[in-house]
């Protein structure tokens, strides 16, 4: 039978599996129709010899661990190649190789939790870019911030396929970045800047003034474009 208590439909079984009599109470959903189809898939169960209650049900077996480079490189990246365009998908690869795996790659996927995230982000900042050459300079909170973007898009597709129950960037805050807007140049200023350019500068430079095009858009341009 199926009955209501509160918000929840629930379902009562009475079952007798051998010598062994018994009576199965579970909630259900907030839907009758759920409930009635989870009776009769109960009973169905019974009367071929196939159901088992709860207590003597062999437990499933844990997922096999999987390591956070195999998932990086077999799953998330070919994902990304599918749903971002050919530059951000680019800069996640390299992202993924020369930071993320170097610092979580022997780790498995599951062992993986908020701490090491949190360390990562502090690790990334006490770091230089380019260290050991002379124009090295500190790793800035936007650069951890686009890497820890990319570590909480890695793992939100773990969740969303079903290989970790929770994200454990869930939670994790990006650092705060300084305000630094751009400075614009006036019409003269832009006119001076082209007349500068080299002939088969010019009109590259012109789009960049006036059609705000980021640089890889300008570099990707072609004839048809225009």
Known sequence: MTFRRGDWWYIDVRFRIGDKRGRYRKRISQKKKEADAAEVEIRAQLAAGTWQPE??????AAPEAMPFDVFARDHYLPWSELHHGA??????????EQHLIPALGDRALQDVQRLDIEAYKTSRRARWKGQGHRKSKPVTPATVNRELACLKRLFRCAVEWDILPVSPTHGVQAFKEAKNPPTLLSKDEVHSLIEAMPGHLRAL????????????????LEWRDI
């Open 55 to 60: 207590d003597e049900r062999t437990p499933p």
């Open 87 to 96: 530059a951000h998908h680019k800069e996640q690869g390299r992202m993924v």
């Open 205 to 220: 430079v012109g789009m960049a003034c006036y059609a705000g095009l980021r640089r890889q858009e300008l570099f990707q």
